[in-house]
């Protein structure tokens, strides 16, 4: 038992330490990287940093483009993959299981590979430079069907589905008032996982959006672009851009974890 958790703190301590000390370097100087030993408490400059990093890209800009992108994206593919989930996971009907082979099946496809007819189509719906195309492209994806499908198909009986067809409800009662509840802990974990990879996404933004109209991973870029490399604000810049990852989990910790939780039960 002592093994396992010293094992545990080690786990944390190496995972945790690289986001502390960059927050101690966004803290200081750049002078700072070239100490030895090096400083490993933080300084007294994170807040003045952190300014500069606003004064240099549009970071505020970027931040609630951000935020606006990688929410809506999280609550439509929650929402539109549950719903694609219970119907292949619950409902009957001609061609259900090569549909959804050939959803799964996408997933193999690199999405680089779809860049450039896709650019060519925001072309010519004018939504270059828009949240638009960062929004819509990705409103549902195929990871997020076979997840809920999955998790459905197990944790949804279909006694509870007949019970409420003698009380009357219609197909989509059943989906509004018995399987959004069941699938809310799953679906939080689905939310969290395309939150994080929406919030993370660099190269689609960077090819469709201009420079005075960013988001967090294309400011940060343009942060560590100079001719010498300011580590520091580039430190700075990612501290904050982290921020929002953290209090997403800190609101919905406890549904994620009870989701992974309750899918290990259920095997």
Request: net charge positive; aromatic share 12%.
């Amino acid at each position: 038992m002592r093994l396992r958790y010293l094992t545990l703190v080690a786990v944390v301590f190496f995972s945790a330490f690289p986001l502390y000390y960059s927050v101690v370097v966004a803290s200081r100087h750049n002078s700072a990287l070239a100490q030895v030993p090096p400083p490993l408490l933080p300084g007294g400059n994170f807040f003045a940093n952190v300014s500069r990093v606003f004064d240099t890209v549009p970071f505020a800009l970027a931040l609630l483009n951000s935020v606006l992108v990688a929410g809506s994206i999280s609550v439509a593919v929650m929402f539109l993959s549950t719903l694609a989930g219970f119907a292949f996971a619950k409902l009957r009907f001609r061609g259900r299981n090569a549909l959804l082979l050939v959803t799964v099946a996408t997933m193999t496809v690199p999405a680089q590979l779809g860049i450039i007819p896709l650019y060519l189509l925001m072309v010519k719906l004018e939504w270059t430079g828009t949240m638009y195309a960062l929004v819509v492209p990705a409103l549902v994806n195929a990871f997020g069907v076979f997840f809920m499908t999955q998790f459905l198909s197990r944790a949804l009986p279909g006694e509870l589905l007949e019970a409420g067809r003698v009380d009357g409800c219609t197909t989509w009662g059943l989906f509004w008032h018995v399987v959004l509840p069941v699938a809310r802990p799953a679906a939080a974990v689905l939310g969290m996982l395309t939150f994080m990879s929406a919030w993370n996404d660099y190269f689609w933004p960077l090819v469709v959006l201009t420079p005075d109209n960013p988001t967090v991973q294309v400011a940060l870029s343009t942060l560590a672009s100079g001719y010498v490399n300011d580590y520091v604000l580039g430190l700075a810049g990612t501290a904050v851009g982290t921020l929002p990852l953290v209090l997403v989990f800190a609101l919905f910790g406890r549904q994620i974890i009870g989701g992974i939780m309750q899918g290990a039960v259920k095997g």
